[in-house]
């Protein structure tokens, strides 16, 4: 919607605020020009327009504008005889200094002027009469403590203005570096989700696979089965990643589902021993309420053990998930024996996952895999939840993953 003409008209002498003064300082040349017009012998046009020129920099330059009409005052009080309508330059300059230059120049405006007020009453007002002087010195010596004034004004309110713009600057770039958080912390979540749905799904698949190459010799039906839960790992593993990836994409058509929580473990681990995994799950306690956060991360961190179980303690190993409902939080550990053709492997080669420190590990378990994500993604989910993780190898051969997530975050 177009603007009223005034506030378009406003809003164009604002931007050119040079050319403004220069306007107003020619108006009141011609407008004192024609005021002195029976007047106009000798110096006082010059006069004249040395007092009123300057006026076109009382913004942008203030001080040496009012040095100038200073000066030219001084030179008014010698060479010209009469109290001229130009005089009004000294108040606009009184006002300009209070207004737009320094502190110490708004001051030294305010004592010029009333010492100007004094001269020009001794020199056109006087007439001899004390009482005469004083009151037109009292009276200009109001006017430009009232210039001052209205021009002090002034500077609070631009210093005021200054500070909203700067403050809304300074909220833009907050907005701008909360932005760029909020896109950092989703990519983080998304890699950690992406990570462990292809590793879960990818450790199922070549489970069943191998199971089924197996079985196929001489249990066709078994190698069907096998066929059959690859597809619907495969078709799981694709849904998730099309809803991980949807919020990618620019407009609408995503679909939404409930992300996992602790009440889909029991489902996760049926999954799991369905690919041929002996792995039991163990309930303790009572449930407690648990935000959304800590359930998707108690669901993301038994499937990432588990996958990592499927991967190194070998397909003769026996897995246990067990779930604690404490009166603080819920303990989480998923153990197995190691007793697979590469618990040697894991148990020589992992190093123990260290919160202290923060050292990245190196091989061995789930820690080298995945670019770095595997236990110390774990990790990171629990301590995102004011909880904490540990993983190391246990003593007589396996591996263990222990977390605990409070039911409310520390404060």
């Given at each position: 919607?177009?603007?009223?003409?005034?506030?378009?008209?406003?809003?164009?002498?604002?931007?050119h605020?040079f050319a403004?003064d220069?306007?107003?300082a020619?108006?009141?040349?011609?407008?004192?020009?024609?005021?002195?017009d029976?007047?106009?012998?000798?110096?006082?046009p010059?006069?004249?327009?040395?007092?009123?020129?300057?006026?076109a920099?009382?913004r942008r330059?203030?001080?040496?504008?009012?040095?100038?009409v200073?000066?030219?005052?001084?030179?008014?009080?010698?060479?010209?005889?009469?109290?001229?309508f130009a005089?009004v330059?000294?108040?606009?300059?009184?006002?300009?200094?209070a207004?737009?230059?320094p502190r110490?120049?708004?001051r030294a405006?305010?004592g010029?002027?009333?010492?100007?007020?004094v001269?020009?009453?001794?020199?056109y007002?006087?007439?001899?009469?004390?009482?005469?002087?004083?009151?037109?010195?009292?009276a200009?010596?109001?006017?430009v403590v009232?210039?001052?004034?209205?021009?002090?004004?002034?500077?609070a309110?631009?210093?005021?203005?200054?500070?909203?713009?700067?403050r809304?600057?300074?909220?833009?770039?907050?907005r701008?570096?909360?932005?760029?958080?909020?896109?950092t912390?989703e990519?983080?979540?998304?890699?950690?989700e992406?990570?462990?749905?292809?590793?879960?799904?990818?450790?199922?698949?070549?489970?069943?696979?191998?199971?089924g190459?197996?079985?196929?010799?001489?249990?066709p039906?078994?190698?069907a089965?096998?066929?059959?839960?690859?597809?619907?790992?495969?078709r799981?593993?694709?849904?998730?990643?099309?809803?991980?990836?949807g919020?990618?994409?620019?407009?609408?058509?995503?679909?939404?589902a409930p992300?996992?929580?602790?009440?889909?473990i029991?489902?996760?681990v049926?999954?799991?021993?369905?690919?041929?995994?002996?792995?039991?799950?163990i309930?303790e306690?009572?449930?407690q309420p648990?935000?959304?956060?800590?359930?998707?991360?108690?669901?993301?961190i038994?499937?990432?053990s588990?996958?990592n179980?499927?991967k190194?303690?070998?397909?003769?190993s026996?897995?246990?998930?067990?779930?604690?409902?404490?009166?603080?939080?819920l303990?989480?550990?998923?153990?197995?024996d190691?007793?697979g053709?590469?618990?040697?492997?894991a148990?020589?080669?992992?190093?123990?996952l260290?919160?202290?420190?923060?050292?990245?590990?190196?091989?061995g378990?789930g820690l080298?895999?995945?670019l770095?994500?595997?236990?110390?993604?774990?990790?990171?989910?629990?301590?995102?939840?004011?909880?904490?993780l540990?993983?190391?190898p246990?003593?007589?051969?396996g591996?263990?993953?222990?977390?605990l997530?409070?039911?409310?975050?520390?404060?």
């Amino acid at each position: 919607m177009d603007q009223p003409l005034p506030e378009r008209l406003a809003a164009r002498l604002r931007r050119h605020p040079f050319a403004v003064d220069v306007a107003i300082a020619a108006a009141l040349v011609l407008v004192a020009l024609l005021f002195q017009d029976g007047t106009l012998d000798g110096d006082t046009p010059l006069v004249i327009l040395l007092l009123l020129a300057p006026l076109a920099w009382r913004r942008r330059a203030p001080v040496p504008a009012a040095g100038v009409v200073v000066a030219v005052g001084l030179l008014q009080l010698v060479i010209v005889d009469d109290f001229l309508f130009a005089d009004v330059a000294a108040l606009v300059m009184v006002h300009a200094l209070a207004a737009y230059a320094p502190r110490w120049a708004g001051r030294a405006g305010l004592g010029a002027g009333l010492v100007g007020a004094v001269l020009a009453s001794a020199q056109y007002f006087s007439a001899g009469d004390v009482y005469t002087f004083a009151a037109n010195a009292g009276a200009i010596g109001v006017t430009v403590v009232a210039a001052w004034a209205l021009g002090d004004l002034r500077r609070a309110r631009l210093q005021q203005l200054a500070g909203l713009q700067e403050r809304a600057r300074l909220l833009e770039l907050e907005r701008e570096q909360e932005m760029r958080l909020a896109a950092t912390a989703e990519r983080a979540r998304i890699a950690r989700e992406m990570h462990d749905v292809v590793a879960h799904s990818l450790s199922v698949v070549i489970a069943q696979a191998d199971g089924g190459r197996y079985a196929g010799r001489s249990d066709p039906a078994a190698a069907a089965g096998a066929l059959e839960a690859i597809a619907a790992t495969g078709r799981q593993a694709l849904t998730d990643m099309r809803s991980l990836l949807g919020v990618l994409r620019d407009g609408g058509g995503e679909e939404y589902a409930p992300q996992p929580d602790v009440a889909a473990i029991d489902q996760l681990v049926a999954d799991v021993r369905a690919s041929g995994l002996d792995v039991d799950l163990i309930v303790e306690g009572t449930p407690q309420p648990l935000p959304a956060g800590p359930q998707l991360a108690a669901y993301r961190i038994v499937q990432e053990s588990l996958t990592n179980v499927l991967k190194h303690a070998g397909p003769a190993s026996r897995a246990w998930v067990r779930l604690h409902w404490r009166p603080d939080g819920l303990e989480l550990a998923v153990l197995d024996d190691g007793r697979g053709a590469s618990a040697g492997f894991a148990e020589r080669d992992t190093e123990v996952l260290d919160g202290a420190s923060g050292n990245r590990p190196r091989t061995g378990h789930g820690l080298g895999d995945g670019l770095g994500q595997g236990l110390l993604g774990m990790r990171e989910r629990a301590e995102l939840h004011g909880g904490r993780l540990t993983a190391a190898p246990r003593t007589g051969g396996g591996f263990g993953v222990h977390a605990l997530l409070p039911y409310r975050p520390p404060r």
